[in-house]
């Protein structure tokens, strides 16, 4: 059984950190790509708006931004 993504390619995303996520950047995130898993916590790949930095975020660590999606 396939999940299907909340978000998609180009939304702004707010990505929620942990205690231990210290050196994660705080701030908008742009959906990159969504990921295949097969799980029931989606994956995507995800991209800092300011600081270009990428990374893979689960779909609980994410929530929708305050920015339109892009495109």
Do not use: C, K
């Amino acid at each position: 059984m396939q999940h299907i993504h909340s978000f998609s390619v180009g939304q702004s995303v707010e990505l929620i950190t942990g205690w231990y996520d210290g050196d994660i950047p705080r701030g908008a995130y742009t959906i990159q790509r969504l990921l295949p898993n097969e799980g029931m916590d989606r994956e995507y790949r995800v991209r800092h708006q300011s600081g270009g930095q990428e990374r893979v975020a689960r779909e609980s660590q994410l929530r929708p931004g305050s920015t339109p999606p892009l495109g």
